[in-house]
């Protein structure tokens, strides 16, 4: 066993070390991010065209805007109602973990190097867990960051690993008091530091010693779960003589860790960041940009005067704008204009900012910054285009979302302490409101009908077939939102209202209109509406649609087209001071 356990944090050691250029290519990368006003550690170099941190969070936005809201479906007819119970709890749950953040953390993540983050359950009333603070008898999921990440380096293949595992920090006396751990590997525990020259962390965290500027003496601990063994190493440095606990993993077959990348290198386990193939391009504009901004610096205006007219030269230099003043020489005065920025560089300048955005996947288009087409017409095409890139970076994150969430389905299933109040409507129900009541449940159980409860859970996680869909991921306006209601009232709500009445079902007019007036920011429309007006809503007359005339038609007319302000402009301006400094 020691043997075995030696050679274990052998390969770890030897796994951290060889992902040192990953972390470092890292680091100068966030370090462009955050600019030099950040704090001390941050870039040596000005940044005044922000590009990385431009793109990041126009992607951002796209990927992970707000938490993920999720429907549960099964093929089997038998099982939609345990389904749509899961679902709720499930939506629950995703709350309560604020999952919202740990995806856009692991975003951020990909966007620099690889998302990856942790998944499992604690069964503690309340403790630290994997250095995060967790609400007993919970699944949690977890941020993994980049400098605490290390797999079996040999490996080419998520499957071919034979171990994964990260580091944390913890407090020194939660793990003395834990009694699963092994009591001689806890006396060789001391008060550690974690931030080592070469992370991210550095960046704002103090280099002196932890025990001088934080509470309570800390510990980094590593654990390493091993698939083939299913097992999961947990130990103190790497130096360490023996694990202070081995535990029988019980999760989901895949193990703890998920894993978010948005472009794959063949034959290689780790994915190629974006931010990595916009490096060069944000370090080339803010290169120039720094030069110019020097130039500009140097540039002056001085007046030359010749030694018979000094006299002409002090008059004028005590003279004020638009006076009339006396001069001897005046062919012995001249003003002479030193520095300024080159014209040429700023042409390139430009197009290398224009670069970045074509680089980056058409960022203008992506981030609403600028118009790239003469018309409308035109605009779509290059927002559609722009979105082909976006569309497969968003498909990456909702299947990484759905896999997580897959797994944390399954602790919720398994776990027999884990216990979810639920709040769901009652489809059918009247609250006096126009909406459905709503009851507290508890998962996973439910009433029986006979004021007692029952499990849901009537058989193992996987024979449900569960297919757990993430959605609304994106971040709609009001704007859009209000756009979308008035559509599907127009498009869906308003042609079928005969139907409707055949059922004996009516359109809920005033709850669309104060659904308008919040949307569109109008609280007052509601007092508008009054309820004196008793109406039958089988007496209302049938909605139709205006038909369209039999004989339609069209007139076709030429107009001229004035181009947008955006890049055309950008491009005309560009030309010229090429022109310029070509001439010149």
């Known amino acids: 066993m020691e043997k075995q356990f030696d050679k274990l944090r052998e390969s770890v050691k030897r796994s951290h070390a060889s992902l040192e250029d990953y972390r470092k290519n890292r680091l100068q990368a966030v370090k462009q991010y955050v600019g030099t006003h950040y704090t001390t550690g941050g870039g040596r170099q000005n940044v005044p065209v922000n590009l990385i941190e431009l793109a990041v969070n126009i992607y951002t936005q796209h990927l992970a805007a707000r938490a993920p809201q999720v429907r549960v479906v099964t093929s089997h007819i038998g099982f939609r109602d345990a389904a749509e119970e899961f679902q709720y709890a499930l939506n629950e749950i995703i709350l309560r973990i604020r999952l919202e953040d740990t995806l856009r953390a692991a975003v951020i993540g990909a966007l620099f190097g690889a998302g990856i983050v942790k998944v499992g359950v604690t069964g503690e009333d309340r403790a630290e867990f994997d250095g995060f603070l967790h609400d007993g008898n919970t699944p949690f999921v977890d941020n993994v960051d980049l400098d605490d990440w290390v797999y079996e380096s040999g490996a080419t293949r998520w499957d071919q690993a034979r171990f994964f595992g990260n580091k944390y920090e913890v407090d020194l006396e939660d793990v003395k008091s834990n009694s699963a751990n092994d009591r001689k590997a806890v006396k060789e525990l001391h008060d550690e530091f974690n931030g080592k020259k070469g992370e991210v962390a550095e960046i704002s965290r103090s280099m002196t010693p932890l025990h001088e500027d934080s509470y309570g003496e800390r510990v980094t601990l590593w654990d390493i779960w091993v698939p083939r063994e299913q097992k999961i190493y947990t130990f103190g440095s790497e130096d360490a003589r023996k694990p202070l606990r081995v535990t029988d993993w019980e999760g989901p077959e895949n193990g703890p860790y998920h894993m978010l990348g948005f472009a794959w290198v063949p034959n290689n386990f780790m994915p190629l960041p974006p931010v990595a193939s916009w490096r060069d391009m944000h370090d080339l504009t ?8 020097e130039q500009a610096a140097r540039q002056k205006t001085v007046t030359a005067v010749s030694g018979n007219a000094v006299e002409d030269g002090q008059r004028i230099t005590r003279s004020g704008d638009g006076q009339v003043i006396r001069v001897n020489s005046p062919e012995g005065i001249k ?19 224009d670069r970045f955005s074509y680089l980056s996947g058409n960022l203008d288009t992506l981030g609403g910054l600028s118009t790239g087409a003469d018309t409308l017409g035109q605009e779509k095409l290059l927002a559609g285009s722009a979105s082909q890139r976006m569309s497969s970076m968003q498909g990456a994150v909702i299947r990484f979302t759905k896999n997580v969430l897959t797994d944390t389905g399954w602790w919720l299933w398994n776990d027999p302490l884990v216990q979810i109040p639920v709040v769901r409507r009652i489809e059918g129900t009247d609250n006096g409101a126009g909406q459905p009541i709503e009851v507290e449940t508890g998962w996973p159980y439910q009433m029986d009908g006979q004021g007692g409860e029952v499990d849901i859970r009537r058989g193992e996680y996987n024979s449900y077939n569960l297919d757990i869909k993430p959605e609304s991921m994106t971040d709609r306006t009001s704007g859009q939102q209000l756009a979308m209601l008035r559509q599907i009232w127009a498009e869906d709500i308003l042609p079928i209202i005969p139907m409707l009445h055949e059922q004996g079902i ?62 055309n402009q950008q491009q005309q301006m560009m030309a010229q001071l090429m022109g310029q400094g070509g001439a010149a």
Do not use: C, W
């Not at 008793?534 to 649609?545: G, K, L, W």
């Open 335 to 353: 003003e002479i204009r030193f520095g300024g920025a080159d014209q040429a560089t700023l042409a390139f300048a430009i197009h290398a900012s």
């Open 506 to 567: 009516g359109a809920n007019v005033r709850a669309y209109l104060r659904r308008v007036g919040q949307y569109g920011d109008l609280p007052e429309l509601d007092e508008l509406l009054n309820d004196q007006i008793q109406v039958n809503p089988m007496d209302s007359p049938a909605v139709e649609r205006p038909r369209q005339a039999p004989v339609t038609t069209r007139n076709y007319n030429r107009r001229d087209i004035t181009p947008r302000q955006g890049d």
């Open 286 to 293: 803010n290169k120039l940009y720094n030069k110019l901004g």
